[in-house]
């Protein structure tokens, strides 16, 4: 279960939103419907609910900033879902209630928001909605789409007035949707003054970075560059590898995409894997991992780790999701594979563990002198 946000009542704490509607049915591509809702947003932003930033009504979808104002994030938005299902239903009765709907709510239950740190977020953010109805094929220009509040009134002047953005620890987003080394990211850097941001959270994300450098270094620069410019947050991605002596070139930056294919499971790579490693005799391998950071004023920083070891000729442990490889390598200097250590005997001898190491020194510099 998600934990309590610590801001959630705060006055002026600003937060992206976004809500869906139930199974993704496009209610608002009835004009109808979506100038009912825009109706009940801007009458809840004047009774003092919340001060809205921006909104953008999409067919199955609604994103809003907003800083609620003497309710908490939760109540404002179970009262603005209630009251747009309910007034839909007055005015157009069950013209778009399916089967699939119980009762007169037309929302998926609950919704998905994540605080916004700083200006510069707060101005991705904006950018991201007015974008929406664009990137949707709905409009060929942001000023075109009539249900979003771009040149509206709204509660922009309190960019620089009201808004409150949390003395918390400084953001990190974690730029990977691999669990296995988010795992890993998380417990490396558990003990820093900072506040970790899963991607996974972040469902307004719905596509992922295309990796087409031919270095570790240029596909991990793709992937945080991905992130920093859909979050404006500081960003940590990595791109990692194994380089086997008996394969050559076969690897590398292709590591998850090869053998088996870039939409094979985690078994089908590892069996595929194992089964050509089988008629080689040199079983010495290198795992290699660049992270890229980027900070929060858009620079680039890169730190490097590599591990040497042996490739076993069968599965020694459990593989951690993700990591397929991780159950029959073992590096020098252990007698278990990768996956068989505990996260921190890995972090302490693997290649994004050191990597990751090198990162931890200069953010700790960074953050002291801050």
Not at 91 to 99: A, D, L, Q
Not at 281 to 287: L, N, W
Not at 296 to 305: I, P, S, T, V, Y
Not at 339 to 350: F, H, P, Y
Request: glycine share 6%; aromatic share 10%; proline share 5%.
């Amino acid at each position: 279960m998600r934990p309590p946000r610590i801001h959630l009542g705060q006055d002026g704490t600003a937060f992206f939103v976004t809500t869906v509607t139930k199974d993704r049915t496009p209610f608002f591509s009835d004009k109808e419907n979506a100038k009912i809702a825009e109706g009940i947003i801007r009458n809840y932003q004047k009774r003092g609910d919340f001060w809205l930033i921006e909104y953008v009504i999409m067919p199955d979808h609604v994103h809003l900033a907003i800083c609620p104002h003497g309710k908490s994030l939760s109540q404002c938005m179970q009262y603005l879902k209630r009251t747009i299902s309910q007034k839909i239903h007055e005015s157009v009765g069950p013209k778009y209630f399916g089967p699939t709907i119980s009762g007169d709510s037309l929302w998926q239950h609950g919704f998905h928001d994540m605080i916004i740190h700083s200006i510069q977020q707060l101005h991705t953010m904006t950018h991201y909605i007015y974008q929406n109805p664009v990137k949707a094929g709905l409009c060929e220009k942001p000023e075109d789409y009539v249900f979003s509040s771009i040149n509206k009134p709204s509660d922009r002047h309190r960019f620089t007035t009201g808004l409150c953005f949390p003395d918390q620890h400084p953001p990190l987003v974690v730029g990977t949707t691999n669990r296995g080394k988010i795992l890993e990211i998380q417990e490396c850097l558990r003990d820093l003054p900072i506040e970790i941001i899963n991607p996974l959270d972040l469902h307004y994300i719905e596509d992922t970075p295309h990796e087409t450098g031919d270095t570790f270094e240029a596909n991990a620069i793709q992937k945080a560059r991905f992130y920093f410019d859909r979050t404006g947050l500081p960003t940590l991605a990595d791109d990692s590898g194994i380089i086997v002596e008996a394969l050559k070139k076969e690897l590398g930056i292709h590591t998850r995409r090869w053998g088996a294919g870039p939409q094979a499971s985690d078994k089908e790579w590892i069996d595929y894997f194992l089964k050509r490693m089988k008629k080689e005799k040199d079983k010495r391998a290198r795992f290699v991992c660049v992270l890229c950071y980027i900070d929060k004023h858009g620079k680039e920083h890169l730190f490097e780790g590599t591990c040497d070891g042996v490739i076993t000729e069968t599965l020694e442990a459990d593989y951690v999701p993700g990591l397929p490889i991780s159950a029959c390598f073992k590096t020098d200097g252990q007698n278990a594979v990768f996956s068989a250590l505990s996260i921190e005997q890995k972090n302490s001898t693997s290649h994004r563990g050191r990597a990751l190491t090198h990162f931890r020194d200069a953010l700790n510099e960074t953050l002291e002198h801050s």
